[in-house]
């Protein structure tokens, strides 16, 4: 797409302090993409929020850094949302939804009004977190998942309707 792709670390030097570089995150594992932004943070590159003009954000919403808010996207009022997060395409974060950092809100998942996702959690194509509920950090939520009640522990896969922590095999 006639875009600039860094593939490895060794190019960073090259960087080093320009102003005029802005650096997008476009990558969907969640634990990959805060290496990266780690990385990049330590070379003082700016890293703004890249959306897309089909999407819609709030006018009181309020985005950290290094979001990438893809095409049908909707973050609510008073939306907040860390750094370095993908909310991917048509994804709903309904009014005072809070959003940890490094984050995947995968196609078409909703996160109802004044739910609550912890840091490096995941959010799988067309999952709901009904409203008021709380995720914890490092949670995956499956494809079609639907979160009824508080995820409190941190870590594991949640699946099904509605949602259990699935057996490890």
């Not at 302090?17 to 932004?37: C, K, P, S």
């Not at 949670?139 to 922590?165: E, F, H, L, S, W």
């Amino acid at each position: 797409m006639g875009i600039s792709e860094i593939r490895s670390s060794s190019w960073l030097e090259e960087f080093r302090g320009q102003t005029n570089v802005d650096v997008f995150l476009a990558i969907g594992n969640n634990e990959l993409r805060r290496t990266w932004w780690e990385k990049f943070q330590g070379f003082g590159l700016p890293l703004p929020n890249l959306i897309s003009p089909h999407a819609i954000v709030d006018s009181h919403a309020h985005l950290g850094e290094s979001n990438v808010v893809c095409a049908r996207a909707f973050i609510g009022p008073e939306a907040i949302l860390g750094d370095n997060n993908l909310v991917n395409t048509g994804a709903v974060l309904e009014h005072e939804v809070r959003l940890g950092s490094h984050c995947h809100v995968a196609p078409l998942s909703l996160l109802a009004g004044r739910s609550r996702v912890d840091d490096n959690s995941f959010i799988g194509a067309g999952a709901i977190v009904i409203n008021d509920i709380s995720v914890a950090a490092n949670i995956t939520v499956g494809a079609g998942g639907t979160v009824i009640r508080n995820i409190a522990d941190p870590g594991g896969v949640y699946v099904g309707v509605p949602a259990r922590k699935a057996n490890s095999a």
